[in-house]
């Protein structure tokens, strides 16, 4: 079985974490944002991840051939030269896709972030024997998303109402979908979408069918959404496999932590907070809601809460950073400063406070 990736472009709405890496390789709870997903994969019997990528195919490649051995899955990217939107792709890669099985191949956008109920994915498709599958997944604010009208007890989708300024229903589109090779036929090879081209076809045919996501579900492809990601994601291992969760006087809450990470006396960690390998925390520090990227030393008695610190980033003794404060890589906080919300270019030392929300260049 096969599966295609949108892995897409830039990132900017994570730089200045994607001015070191492309967005896919940023870590999310200890490990890069697309592993979630090719783990997830590998799992349910995938054998060969493709890529859809516009943008540093080498250094992806390069980086996810450790995992390629590791996982023993095969990994191939498929290069936009101008960007094709959610369906160009899937007509480019097509060769790549289809190995004359028939079978049906998973696409999934590479900044959501689940369960990943894929076995039960697979089921539902081949109980429902229509041409595509997609997940939908219920919110609270329903008329800030293409809303999927469907039939509650087979799933069949009757149609999309974009933005919707009236009650249509609370299922929205989940970036992960099961398709039938004979989907491919459907989409040409120029700059489409998934959802508002092709999707509305198929369910006007009466072909297309939506499973509810059971658990959570979060798009982290910008900071505010990354933190509150990561709370449902620890919330959900606690749950599942709560071994993996740090333990001790000094953990408030859901904590993952390296095992490769030190840290102090008379430290609070918690809740909803991620270190990573290499990390030094000495003593004192409070942390919540935050993710410590790998490398990462911050001094005693700092505070950080609802941030961000890119890799091999220090954090000065008393310094307080907080209110979506992302900080890239190799960026140096001074003693006793304070910052904001301030967003930090990387390879940058600030030694004053950062007041209100700001970008530092």
Known sequence: MKALILVGGFGTRLRPLTLSVPKPLVEFANKPMILHQIEALKAVGVTE?????NYQPELMLNFLKEFEKKLEIKITCSQETEPLGTAGPLALAGDKLIDGSGEPFFVLNSDVICEYPLKEMIEFHQSHGGEASIMVTKVDEPSKYGVVVMEETTGKVEKFVEKPKIFVGNKINAGIYLLNPSVLDR????????????????????????????GFWMDIGQPKDYITGLRLYLESLRKKSSGKLARGPHIGGNVLVDETAAIGD?????????????????????LSRCSVMRGVRIKKHAYISSSILGWHSTVGRWA???NMTILGEDVHVGDEVYTNGGVVLPHKEIKSNILKPEIVM
Request: hydrophobic letters at 50%; proline letters at 7%; glycine letters at 8%.
């Open 320 to 322: 307080r950073v907080e």
């Open 266 to 286: 008379g430290c609070l960690i918690g809740p909803d907070v991620a270190i990573g390998a290499g990390c030094v925390i000495e003593s004192g520090v409070r």
């Open 187 to 214: 989409i040409e090879l120029r700059p489409t979408s998934i959802e508002k081209e092709v999707f509305p076809k198929i369910a006007a045919e009466q072909k297309l069918y939506a499973m509810v996501l059971p």
């Open 49 to 53: 991840v493709v890529l859809a990528i």
